[in-house]
Every structure is written in structure tokens, then in C-alpha cells.
């Protein structure tokens, strides 16, 4: 009977579940998006594989290096069809600018089977002039136009484009753009050292058979089968996916929290609304379990049809993600197991205990209920329990945030995390006392703007705070999370530019595109320049400090300590830098223990401690975790390796037409502003934000289906006051603008207490850190966040748009005549 019962009900109302299925669907459709692309990361790094090791039936390595002689050998192995040395060496190029910019090139091979590219437009390099490129690196080239790449030494090779080659997304493996004919590769790098041998082995032998034979006849190296080594690549790469999976993980996980929270208030409002039918039911003998089970039985059909639907979702998002992170490659959308099974199982589990409780209410209604005319009430605004439970959360986060500013940075962000979670529970606690006053302020506010609805509006969100606080705490946190990752975003992009400005007095920072250092009489050649008052080079090194093992630092000249660059001091003085000086970082200092005045004996050199700096990170500024004077890095250098090397130009920005003809004998030389460098790392930053931007969006467009489905369950409910209000004189558009008004109400109490918890979370995170010595500003980003207020308010009448068209075409008798 029950069973009948819940097919009845429904197919008798299709339209009350729509709205919850809608938000179920886009939180399956973020899970299997996720599943998706997680296995989409692997997919396109299996194919990278495939391809890089395509026709591969032998892999031949060696720690010690491996040459021509090696090859040669090989070659002449029984078995051996074909055998190419790969070989990929930094090979600069000059783009269509005319600046040098990093890039890497390989050498044809000459079997074709062995070749790890598809060719796309023209042919491969056939002469030691020609070159082909990969398709994303020569967009903006046509064939048969010049392509300058610089060797080693910065000599500079023109090779004319023949041709452009398609490839799988490269997924970390490390495929160059570049192809030379291998007379133009050994011009470009003639001391290039293999790093593999790369085998394919005759037809009628087997790739064990070619391994084993390998073995027997070179000595010292390492061979394994072609597919043994597609396994190691894809091993060696695979941290980097999994960790991109988890990323999106996360957002689904918040995704699945807002429809879960939307599914219980719908259910909640759908089981008040049969109470007279749960009554009916116990009366002809429905046990309470039976009415339970009922309920749980129609959220499980809700939750399966909308998780299938979700599913289908999922492949749209999945395919929309990759391309808002990578509009260059191609798009995998793969289909597992796992994917269906957890998808569909995660969203009807999630919806069946989304329903528990409003399914366990509907067991304590009486029969007796039956006998009544249900009059919609003012419901209750939660009691003592609440008010408690909301006290102890608050109690609990003001505790995390005393206890965050004595931790170190890792403990401080986590109970910063813990701080705004309980801040949230405690909001979620205290909603429905908080929506009656907040609804009558709003009411007031707006009556003398929209009239007599926005009256009705908020006294219809105050009769029931409950639903309406429920309706708004969805919203709350899709845009504190929002909030949050903008408002620490724009501290970071402000306390980089910030650190910048203070720290570094430099106007210009020249680097190398090579792995080359720059020319060592390039800086005295940039000092001679009209208009540069200094001009200081910058290494990066690693240096064993004996009893404190390697760490990497920084060397400077000495005289540019305090004149081009001025780290933060947190102790000692670092006015100019000697030799036998040392300045440690804030992390060095707390990792080592070390303090002004304390000694470091590296080799048979003792460097004094005389400061300990904060200093802010950026491509060719980095101070590293310690500072020496340039004089005295080649003594501790480990083994005398030195890399990023650089060159802080103190000069105005009306020098930089002068600084770029003098460095025209350095063609790897590149020269950036310091407003250029502060705009890379804000492109960085902004990318990733607009990327989280578009992960939440789901979590807030969930939000706003429940409160388009909140009004729209509140619409059948109040069909009689409708109507008794049309009765009365209130026209079909006062009462549709009463129901967007209150659907505005909702979103703005929603919204105001979303961005405080974010951008209140944002300012203890920023403090945090920043008592942590990261360069970090509490800013707001008044743009931003008038954007997210102004899409809330948007967004909400759009929400209200199909419940007030309802309530609008309602026939008046009809309504009068409602039970």
C-alpha cells in the first residue's frame, strides 16, 4: 500500500520535487565532474606517455652518461630494428616580439616509428636549416617564416619553419616545442648528452627477448621493456594529477553540503504541507514506520532520478573545467565504474538522509490532525538549545582564534580553518533568531521604495524564520568560502606588490631565459648606461652550513644591500653586507635556531650572523633563506653550482629603451620592469581566483534553487491568502513583486552573513600570517565583493520569477475555495 502511496504521490506532484532535484543534480554533476576529471588527469598524462614512448619496445638509461660510441652498439645488437637517442636541451627562442623567451628542442629521429609527435601542417625538418614546431608554440607563425633559437652560448641559429607538429597535452612529461634536423640540433647544442635510448626491435622478437639480449651485450646501463618504462614515467608524474583532483574534490564536497541543506529544507516544507496526509494515512492504519519509510522512499526516487541527471551533468563540467585551465589541450572525458557508481550512490544517500529528519517528523503528526483545517502558523524561532549550541560555537572559535596567533603558521591556519567553521555553525545556529528582526528592518527599509509588497514580503519571511533562515544559510556559504579565497587572494596580490615596492629599489630586473648565467661584465656594461644609478647581481646557490645541513641562499654585492635592496629587518642591522656575513630569513632562523651573533662554520670559512630579514619572493629577487656578499659565494657554494642568476637595475622607467640596446649583446638577457614583474604575479594569482570563482558558482547556484524552491512550496501553501489578497485589491504584479522582494530579502541576509564570515576569516588568515612573516595585507577588494553582493540581489528575483508567475495565474475562487 505505502508503495502505491509514494508512486501516487509522486506522480501527483512532479512539480513540488523539481526545484530539489535540481539542486541534487548540480551537486552530482560537481561530484562526477570531479570523478571525471580526475580521470580525465590521468588520461591525458596516459596519452602523453603513450606518445612519448610510441613504437618503443626498449628503454635504455645509465646514471653515468650515455654517447654516440653507446648508440652505435646498440644499433648493432641482433634484434634491433631501430634504435634513436632522445635528447632534450633549453633551447631560447626569439619570439615574434623580438624578445627572448625559454623554451626546449629535441632532434628528429630518423625512423618515423620512434617519432613522438603527429605532424600537423607542412613536413619535418629535412636539412640543418629547417625546423618544426608544436602547434601551441607557432600560432602566431606562418610556414616558411624565420624562427631564431640561441645555443648555449647565446650564438644565435635562424632556421626557416617547415612544418607543425600536433601531440597530447604534455601532463608534465616534458615534451619540447622545438624539432631540429640533427645536424641543426648539434649546431644549437653540440655538447648535448643523451638521456635515452630508445629501441625498436625487429618483427619475430619480443620486447623481453630484446631486453635480455640488451643486457648481454651492453655493460653498465639500465634496459627495460618499452612498456616497463611508461609505467615509470607515468609514476613520476602522477603526484602532480592527484593532487589537482583532490583541488577539485574539495569543491564538489561543498557542492554536495549546499544541496544537502537545500534537499532537508524542502522536504521539511513538504512534510508540514501533508500533514494532513501523514494524519490520513495512520488513521487507516499506516504504522509510523510505514510513513518514514514513505517519506525516504519518494527522497530516494527524487535522489536517483537526479543523480542520473547529475551524472550527465557531470561530463559538461568536467569538459568546461579543462577548458577554463587549459584552452590549449585537448579534452578527455573518460567513463568509469567508479565514476557511476559513486555518483549515483553519493547523491541518493545524500538525499535520503538529507530527508531523515523531516521523514521522522512526519511520524510524530497524530491522527487527530486529520480532523483539523492545517492554518500556517507562525512557527517557532528555536529555543534554548539553540541559543546554547550557538554559544559553545562561538565560545569554540574565539578560542581557535586566541590559540592561532601563539601557533606556527601551519597550526594557525588550521584553527584559523576551525575558527570560521564553528563561525559558520554558530550562524547556522542562530539564523532563524536572527531572520524575524533582520526580515522587519528590511521590510521597513524598502516599504518606502516598492510599497505595500515589500511589507508583505517581510512579513511573510518572519512567519516562518525557521525556513527562511534555512533558505538563506545555503547562500551563506557558498559566499563565505567566495569571500574568503578573494579577500586572501587580493592580501597576498597586495602584500606582494606592497613588499615589492619597499623592499626592492631596483626599477628593472634583467635575467637569463637559459639555464647560462648572464655575462659576467654585463652588469658594469648596464651601470654605464645613462640614467642608472646602479646596477647589482643576484645568484641563487645552495651551501651546506655544516651542522645544519643545505639550504639554498643568496648572494648580492655587498654595496646593494640597503641601496637596491632593503629586506624587512626583524633583528641585527643589514645596512651593507661583508665578507664573512651572513643574514638569515625568518624560516631559516626558526627552522635552525639561529640568531644574530651566532656562527656558521661552512668549510673552513666562518660566516657571522648579523641580521635576520623577511624579504618578499619574485622571479629574480628572490633573497632565498639566507644572504651572503657575491664575493664570498663561490668558497661555500656546493660544488661550486650557482643558478638564477639576475641583475637589479636601479634606473627610471624612461632608461628602458637605452637598457634594451645595451643589452643587444646579450641576446639571452631579458629585461622586465618592476611593474611587469608585480603583473605576472598578479596574472597567477587572478587566474587562480577566477578559477575558484567558477567552482563555487555551483555551490551558489544550488543556493539559489533552493530559495526559487522555498518560494515556490511557500507559494502552494498560501494559495488562499493569494487569492483572499487579490481579493482585496492586490494586483497579479504587487503579488509577484511581494514574492521577488522577500526572494531579495532572503539573498541579502544570506549574502551579508556569508561575506562577513569570509572576509572576517580573511583578516585572521591574513594576521596569521603575517605574524608568521609572510608578506601578506588585510585589503579589501571592494570590486569583487561588490560584484558577488550585486549578483546576490540579481540573481534573486530571476529566483522568484517562476513561483510569483504561479502565484499570479492562480484563479481567485479557486484559491478561495483551498483547503
Request: hydrophobic share 55%.
Amino acid at each position: 500500500m505505502m508503495l502505491r502511496t509514494v508512486i501516487a504521490g509522486l506522480k501527483a506532484r512532479p512539480l513540488r520535487l523539481l526545484l530539489s532535484a535540481v539542486a541534487i543534480a548540480l551537486g552530482v554533476a560537481f561530484v562526477a565532474g570531479s570523478f571525471v576529471l580526475s580521470d580525465a588527469v590521468g588520461a591525458g598524462l596516459r596519452a602523453a606517455v603513450a606518445v612519448d614512448t610510441r613504437g618503443v619496445d626498449a628503454s635504455i638509461s645509465s646514471k653515468g652518461p650515455l654517447d654516440a660510441s653507446v648508440l652505435d652498439k646498440v644499433r648493432r645488437v641482433p634484434g634491433v630494428a631501430a634504435a634513436e637517442a632522445r635528447v632534450t636541451v633549453n633551447a631560447p627562442l626569439r619570439d615574434t616580439a623580438g624578445h627572448p623567451k625559454d623554451s626546449a628542442a629535441m632532434a628528429l629521429p630518423a625512423d618515423e616509428r620512434l617519432r613522438p609527435f603527429d605532424l600537423a601542417e607542412g613536413r619535418v625538418p629535412s636539412t640543418a636549416t629547417e625546423i618544426a614546431m608544436a602547434e601551441e608554440s607557432a600560432r602566431d607563425r606562418a610556414l616558411g617564416s624565420p624562427v631564431t633559437v640561441f645555443d648555449t652560448n647565446g650564438g644565435a641559429h635562424t632556421f626557416t619553419l617547415v612544418g607543425k607538429f600536433s601531440r597530447p597535452t604534455d601532463s608534465g612529461v616534458g615534451a619540447p616545442p622545438l624539432l631540429l634536423h640533427p645536424e641543426g640540433f648539434q649546431q644549437v647544442a653540440p655538447d648535448a648528452q643523451i638521456g635515452r635510448i630508445l629501441v625498436r626491435a625487429e618483427p619475430g622478437t619480443s620486447a623481453e627477448q630484446l631486453v635480455a639480449e640488451l643486457k648481454r651485450s651492453i655493460d653498465r646501463v639500465d634496459v627495460v621493456t618499452g612498456r616497463t618504462a611508461a609505467a615509470l614515467l607515468r609514476a613520476e608524474v602522477a603526484p602532480n594529477s592527484a593532487m589537482l583532483a583532490k583541488f577539485f574534490t574539495m569543491f564538489a564536497v561543498l557542492a554536495m553540503v549546499v544541496a544537502a541543506m537545500v534537499i532537508a529544507n524542502s522536504f521539511t516544507i513538504m512534510v508540514t504541507q501533508r500533514a494532513r496526509e501523514s494524519a490520513l494515512l495512520r488513521c487507516i492504519g499506516a504504522a509510523k514506520r510505514q510513513v518514514f519509510a514513505g517519506v525516504l522512499a519518494e527522497a530516494a526516487a527524487v535522489g536517483a532520478v537526479a543523480s542520473a541527471v547529475g551524472l550527465a551533468c557531470g561530463f559538461g563540467v568536467a569538459a568546461a573545467l579543462q577548458a577554463i585551465g587549459s584552452p590549449e589541450s585537448p579534452v578527455y572525458l573518460p567513463l568509469t565504474a567508479r565514476t557511476v557508481v559513486a555518483s549515483l550512490s553519493l547523491g541518493v544517500v545524500v538525499t535520503v538522509l538529507a530527508a531523515a529528519i523531516p521523514a521522522w517528523a512526519a511520524t510524530r503528526v497524530p491522527p487527530v490532525e486529520a480532523l483539523r483545517t492545517p492554518v500556517e502558523g507562525k512557527a517557532g524561532r528555536g529555543g534554548r538549545v539553540r541559543v546554547v549550541l550557538a554559544a559553545a560555537l562561538l565560545a569554540g572559535a574565539i578560542a581557535a582564534v586566541a590559540l592561532s596567533f601563539g601557533s606556527d603558521v601551519d597550526a594557525g591556519i588550521a584553527l584559523s580553518i576551525t575558527a570560521m567553521v564553528a563561525l559558520l555553525g554558530a550562524t547556522l545556529a542562530i539564523g532563524p533568531l536572527l531572520a524575524g528582526p533582520v526580515m522587519r528592518v528590511l521590510g521597513a527599509v524598502f516599504a518606502p521604495v516598492l510599497g505595500q509588497p515589500a511589507k508583505l514580503a517581510a512579513l511573510n519571511a518572519d512567519r516562518n524564520p525557521k525556513r527562511t533562515a534555512a533558505s538563506a544559510a545555503a547562500l551563506t556559504i557558498g559566499l563565505a568560502v567566495v569571500s574568503l579565497t578573494t579577500t586572501v587572494m587580493a592580501g597576498v596580490e597586495a602584500g606582494q606588490n606592497q613588499g615589492l615596492d619597499e623592499q626592492v629599489r631596483a626599477g628593472f630586473v634583467v635575467s637569463s631565459v637559459s639555464t647560462q648565467p648572464l655575462p659576467p661584465k654585463l652588469p658594469d656594461t648596464l651601470a654605464a648606461v645613462p640614467g642608472v644609478e646602479a646596477a647589482a647581481p643576484r645568484a641563487t646557490f645552495s651551501s651546506d652550513l655544516g651542522r645544519f645541513g643545505p639550504w639554498q641562499l643568496a648572494a648580492v654585492r655587498g654595496d646593494a644591500v640597503g641601496s637596491i635592496l632593503r629586506p624587512k629587518i626583524v633583528a641585527g642591522n643589514l645596512d651593507r653586507l661583508g665578507p664573512g656575513e651572513l643574514a638569515v630569513s625568518s624560516q631559516l632562523a626558526k627552522y635552525t635556531g639561529l640568531t644574530v651573533g651566532d656562527t656558521v662554520q661552512v668549510g673552513s670559512v666562518a660566516l657571522k650572523v648579523v641580521a635576520v630579514y623577511d624579504a618578499v619572493s619574485a622571479p629574480g629577487v628572490d633573497l632565498g633563506l639566507g644572504l651572503v656578499d657575491l664575493a664570498q659565494m663561490p668558497a661555500i657554494a656546493m660544488s661550486g653550482a650557482t643558478y638564477d642568476h639576475s641583475i637589479l637595475v636601479k634606473a627610471p622607467a624612461e632608461a628602458r629603451q637605452a637598457l634594451e640596446k645595451a643589452l643587444e649583446a646579450a641576446p639571452l638577457a631579458k629585461l622586465t620592469s618592476m611593474a611587469e614583474l608585480k603583473d605576472q604575479s598578479s596574472v597567477r594569482l587572478r587566474s587562480t581566483l577566477n578559477l575558484m570563482w567558477a567552482l563555487t558558482a555551483l555551490a551558489v547556484l544550488i543556493a539559489f534553487a533552493g530559495i526559487a524552491n522555498t518560494l515556490s512550496l511557500s507559494v502552494l501553501e498560501r494559495t488562499r491568502e493569494s487569492a483572499l489578497l487579490r481579493a482585496l485589491g492586490l494586483t497579479r504584479g504587487g503579488l509577484g513583486a511581494a514574492l521577488a522582494a522577500e526572494s531579495v530579502f532572503i539573498a541579502l541576509l544570506g549574502a551579508a552573513c556569508g561575506l562577513v564570515l569570509g572576509i572576517g576569516s580573511a583578516w585572521l588568515l591574513t594576521e596569521v600570517a603575517k605574524s608568521a612573516g609572510e608578506t601578506m595585507l588585510f585589503t579589501l577588494p571592494w570590486g569583487r565583493l561588490a560584484a558577488l553582493l550585486g549578483a546576490a540581489v540579481l540573481a534573486a528575483p530571476l529566483a522568484a520569477l517562476l513561483p510569483a508567475r504561479r502565484a499570479a495565474r492562480g484563479s481567485l475562487t479557486a484559491g478561495m475555495a483551498e483547503q
